[in-house]
Antibody
Framework: QVQLQESGPGLVKSSGTLSLTCTVSGDSINSYYWTWIRQSPGKGLEWIGYIYAGGSTYYNPSLKSRVSISVDTSKNQFSLTLTSVTPADTAVYYC?????????WGQGTMVTVSS | DIQMTQSPSSLSASVGDRVTITCRASQGISSFLAWYQQKPGKVPKLLVYAASTLQSGVPSRFSGSGYGTEFTLTISSLQPEDVGDYYCQKYDSAPPGFTFGPGTKVDIK
């Protein structure tokens, strides 16, 4: 059974950097695409970007200048970095497996950006 | 960029009603369309992929259809546990990306 678990700070200061990690269990990260999604309070889903195990990435054009996704195959993890955050980046951040639809999701982690 | 729209933005129906949600893409996306259900306070769940293929374990009252720019998600007999938000998502490869629709809120009347 494939499981994903997000981890990282729940509070980030405005203008700082948000960093989250997703640990994959029950599947090899060398397969499929792995993606990040976020959901601001009371709002819809926003796709952030994805990475393939080979290292190829693609980001939402609206976030591209601030986003980076990396993978650590030795730990079966992939990570999200979002720079120059503002309170508008406050959201629940999800990681998911892309096959290519998102069939397995993590539980999500709430990140608040304080002003 | 391909934009996704959904209608209606919200609906209220009675238990047992047939419910239809429409999703439109600003450009053709073949069958690269998925539907997700998000119950209140829960993680989104994949219902349908490739426009009409039901994800394993999803009740058969859910069905998807469509091709190109217009798609529908149908709940043949609405149940109380179907309350939540429903999102369509395109996953076309050209350009690559996974744009979500704005969502449709489903309630019980």
């Amino acid at each position: 059974q494939v499981q994903l678990q997000e981890s990282g700070p729940g509070l980030v200061k405005s203008s700082g950097t948000l960093s989250l990690t997703c640990t994959v269990s029950g599947d090899s990260i060398n397969s499929y695409y792995w993606t990040w999604i976020r959901q601001s309070p009371g709002k819809g889903l926003e796709w952030i970007g994805y990475i393939y195990a080979g290292g190829s990435t693609y980001y939402n054009p609206s976030l591209k200048s601030r986003v980076s996704i990396s993978v650590d195959t030795s730990k079966n993890q992939f990570s999200l970095t979002l720079t120059s955050v503002t309170p508008a980046d406050t959201a629940v951040y999800y990681c998911a497996r892309s096959v290519p639809a998102f069939d397995v999701w993590g539980q999500g982690t709430m990140v608040t950006v304080s002003s | 960029d391909i934009q996704m729209t959904q209608s209606p933005s919200s609906l209220s129906a009675s238990v047992g009603d047939r419910v239809t949600i429409t999703c439109r893409a600003s450009q053709g996306i073949s069958s690269f369309l998925a539907w997700y259900q998000q119950k209140p306070g829960k993680v989104p769940k994949l219902l349908v992929y490739a426009a009409s293929t039901l994800q394993s374990g999803v009740p058969s009252r859910f069905s998807g259809s469509g091709y190109g720019t217009e798609f529908t998600l149908t709940i043949s007999s609405l149940q109380p546990e179907d309350v939540g938000d429903y999102y369509c998502q395109k996953y076309d490869s050209a350009p690559p990306g996974f744009t979500f629709g704005p969502g449709t809120k489903v309630d019980i009347k």
